[in-house]
Nanobody, 123 residues
């Protein structure tokens, strides 16, 4: 079973860059048909999908965050990263790493979530 563990700084100043790490165990980030996503939830709001990196290496961001977001991976470390620059107080949220995927035969493998990491943007 895939397990995800997010890590990163809890507090970031406005205009600075956020760097988060999602360490993956129980499955490879380069095999099967997996979407490795970053999702966040701001106080009092619903979940907001930020983007994904597919097991093939394809990357997608939602348009509203594309200009200041980067998702990458280290295949040797089986780790996915999120970098977001020019942070604003409204970027304050719990950030989640998520895995959703299928095997090569089209069988659904499941939807997995990390426990989330709180990020507060404040001076």
């Amino acid at each position: 079973q895939v397990q995800l563990q997010e890590s990163g700084p809890g507090l970031v100043k406005p205009s600075q860059t956020l760097s988060l790490t999602c360490t993956v165990s129980g499955g490879s980030i380069t095999t099967n048909d997996y979407y490795w996503s970053w999702i966040r939830q701001s106080p009092g709001k619903g979940l907001e999908w930020i983007g994904y990196i597919h097991s093939s290496g394809e990357i997608y961001y939602i348009p509203s965050l594309q200009s200041r977001t980067s998702i990458s991976r280290d295949t040797a470390k089986n780790t996915v990263y999120l970098q977001m620059n020019s942070l604003k107080p409204e970027d304050t949220a719990v950030y989640y790493c998520n895995a959703d995927g299928w095997d090569y035969s089209g069988n659904y493998l499941g939807d997995y979530w990390g426990q989330g990491t709180q990020v507060t943007v404040s001076s």
